[in-house]
């Protein structure tokens, strides 16, 4: 894909969003995976979401704590 690690790093951490070029290089770098890879690198994602959104959702209570 010829994306740094830096680069890909922020794109996974959400403080960058990758642009329209580089999503569509992505997909069309994933429709080459097998099934049983494309299900597994779905996984991944989601799980990635998760924790992500589980993050933000602890971040305010953290911050609520600490100010009592």
Known sequence: MDIRFQL??????????????TLIRLAQALET???????????????????????AALTPMEKQAASS
């Open 8 to 21: 890909l790093n922020k794109y996974e951490s959400g403080q960058h969003i990758p642009p329209a070029k």
């Open 33 to 55: 995976f097998n099934e049983e890879d494309r299900i597994t690198i779905i996984k991944v994602i989601d799980a990635m979401i998760a924790k992500h959104r589980m993050e």
